[in-house]
């Protein structure tokens, strides 16, 4: 394959300004690592967060953002020997960890302190080409359709593994709050493990793309009542309830309407804090769980659900160029689904 010596990249020059399309140098793969030519590139609303400069550690400007990146292996640094050039593979934001620490060797790589995040401490996918760690980088059945996989990189496997969080088990409640690129999923694995799903949101499209996803009920989160329809509706609370809204307001929401002895898996990531009634906590036993994306393992297994048809993102897609009006979009809750960036690789 020849490789050229500049692509094109979304670049992130100052927090809370607009992106620049630039010429880059294409990278090399140095060892271990592998060069990508990237055909899709899903747009989080993390993403979003990282241009904003909206969480306590920034990252350094100028970066690349993306970390939803689907393409064919380009080149092969030194000592990679099970992955081949043309290779069908995925760059999640578990970019790489040191593989020796407790938390490595445990399997919680994502919690690894001496992890690297694409699209954040390392340049991401909004780019013609981009590097990935061979040991990390997601195997993709060959004849995936790039635009449908890219979500799953990300939304796909935080919401699976948010969801076994909760340890809600088959025929329970989980309530879903936020139905954005993230929730949307999440109703469609929940659904094909066996939950029975209610679906908050803010906006009406959003709760009608959760019941063509397999929610049973839906619930407008914006009710003054909005809990207590979810109780009433479950019979008592949901056992599991996965947050993933953009909203402070919803972290509060998502406590008053778990079941007792439920767990509560918080995913979205709003800057800021948010009350927690300790009475409530504490008599009805709840459980109140951080979730950061997911192992190697984990996106395995969120993969085989797509590729089973059993989980289907609902995309729209957009050009490279297009990255500032996908992200004005998502910023005013605009988006349906995920908006996926095409490129040419494939
Ligand atoms: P998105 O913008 O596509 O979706 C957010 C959804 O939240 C929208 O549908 C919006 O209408 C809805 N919402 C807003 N206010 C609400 C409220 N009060 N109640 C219920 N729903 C409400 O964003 P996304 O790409 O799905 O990402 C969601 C969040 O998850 C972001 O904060 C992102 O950074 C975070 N995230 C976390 C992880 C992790 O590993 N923990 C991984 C990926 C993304
Ligand atoms: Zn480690
Ligand atoms: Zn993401």
């Keep these: 394959m020849t490789i050229p010596q500049t692509m094109r990249a979304a670049v992130v020059r100052d927090f809370g300004r607009p992106l620049s399309i630039e010429e880059w140098p294409v990278p090399r793969p140095g060892p271990g690592k592998v060069l990508v030519r990237i055909a899709a590139s899903g747009v989080c609303h993390t993403d979003l967060h990282a241009a904003d400069g909206d969480w306590p550690v920034r990252p350094a400007v100028p970066f690349i953002p993306g970390h939803e990146g689907v393409g064919r292996v ?11 050039e043309g290779d069908l593979v995925g760059i999640a934001w578990l970019h790489d960890a040191c593989g020796h620490c407790e938390y490595c060797i445990t399997g919680w790589e994502t919690l690894c ?62 309530a879903i709050s936020g139905i954005g690129g993230l929730g949307h999923l999440a109703v469609q694995y929940a659904t094909a493990m066996g939950l029975r799903v209610v679906a908050l949101d803010v906006a009406e499209d959003k709760l009608a793309l959760a019941r063509t996803d397999g929610a049973e009920i839906v619930v407008n989160a914006s009710l003054d009542n909005a809990a207590q ?30 079941r007792r002895r ?28 951080g979730s950061i994306v997911g192992t190697r393992q984990d996106l395995a297994e969120a993969i085989a659900f797509a590729a089973a048809g059993k989980v289907r993102a609902h995309t729209q897609t957009a050009a490279l160029e297009d ?9 005013a809750g605009r988006v349906t689904g995920r908006v996926v960036l095409k490129l040419d690789g494939q």
């Design 74 to 84: 380009a080149a092969l640094g030194a000592g990679v020997s099970h992955l081949e």
């Design 229 to 258: 329809r979810v109780i009433d509706a479950t019979g008592g609370g949901a056992h599991g309830v996965l947050v993933t809204a953009v909203s402070r307001p919803a972290f509060g929401q998502a406590l008053q309407m778990a």
């Design 323 to 331: 990255v500032d009006s996908v992200f004005a979009e998502l910023k």
């Design 113 to 174: 302190e001496a992890q690297h995040n694409s699209g954040y401490s390392v340049n991401g996918c909004m780019a013609e080409y981009a590097l990935g760690n061979a040991a990390y980088v997601a195997r993709l059945p060959e004849h995936s359709d790039p635009v449908a996989m890219a979500p799953i990189l990300c939304a796909g496997v935080t919401t699976y593994k948010g969801i076994k969080e909760t340890g809600a088990r088959p025929g329970q409640w989980i």
């Design 262 to 289: 439920g767990t509560v898996s918080l995913v979205g990531l709003p800057p800021g804090t948010f009350e927690t009634p300790i009475f409530e906590v504490v008599l009805k036993r709840i459980t109140v769980r």
